[in-house]
């Protein structure tokens, strides 16, 4: 494939990326309709990249095997020590970091004994649910239920919008959407002396920065 197939490929991106980017848009509503197309965009998002992927790799593959070729048929370099160096940066690039899959374990989260019980209610005009600011990621439970959106392109971390929250949070209210079902850890986060939240829970006053 020439560079036109690349660049195909790269479009292709940038439009199911530009669609998945409502995703995170305030207001966003699933429907079991809308719940189908993600899925479908989904996988689409990861054909794209997996053919990108395949593509940059052929191409790598021929660029260095034919440069190879040449060098040894040359007599510019040595078949052995080519052979060995091959080995060794090999080595090299296994010990490399690679982007992993995250997906925490928990117990049961409708267990309930490690549910921490706070105010929320009272509290939301203050701390306007910062706590659906952070990132994290969900539990098999919570794939298996299929309630909970994960981010397609960081999986299984939760889905936020572009204005940092979490695509559950009610953009007005900052109530949950999902409260019955919501993960583990919103069930067990205690933001009592989390100074990113409170500067003094007692006294209600909340850490405005950020
Ligand atoms: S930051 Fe604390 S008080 Fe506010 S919604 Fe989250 S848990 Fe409740
Ligand atoms: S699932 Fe609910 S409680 Fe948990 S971060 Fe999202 S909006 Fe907040």
Redesign the pocket.
């Known amino acids: 494939m020439g560079s036109n197939g690349h660049q195909a490929h790269q479009s292709g991106l940038i439009a199911t990326m530009a669609e998945m980017e409502q995703w995170n848009a305030p207001g966003h509503v699933q429907t079991p309709d809308s719940l189908q197309k993600d899925l479908d965009q989904g996988l689409r998002f990861a054909h794209v990249m997996m053919s990108i992927t395949q593509h940059d790799a052929r191409e790598g593959l021929v660029f260095a095997r034919s440069l190879a070729e040449l060098l040894v048929s040359k007599g510019l370099i040595d078949q052995q020590e080519l052979e060995e160096m091959m080995s060794c940066i090999g080595r090299q690039l296994d010990e490399l970091p690679t982007p992993k899959v995250r997906l925490a374990k928990s117990e049961d989260k409708y267990a309930g004994e490690h549910t921490v019980l706070i105010n929320c209610a009272e509290r939301l005009p203050l701390c306007k649910?910062k706590?659906?600011t952070?990132s994290?990621y969900l539990t098999e439970q919570d794939l298996d239920e299929g309630i909970?959106r994960w981010d397609y392109r960081r999986p299984y971390w939760?889905r936020r919008r572009a204005d940092g929250?979490?695509?559950?949070?009610?953009p007005l209210t900052h109530?949950?959407?999902?409260?019955a079902h919501?993960?583990y850890?919103?069930r067990a986060y205690d933001c009592r002396q989390d100074k990113r939240v409170w500067l003094d829970f007692e006294r209600m006053i909340p850490n405005s920065e950020g």
């Open positions: 649910a706590c659906c952070f994290f909970v939760i929250y979490c695509t559950h949070c009610d109530r949950c959407g999902i409260h919501r993960p850890v919103c």
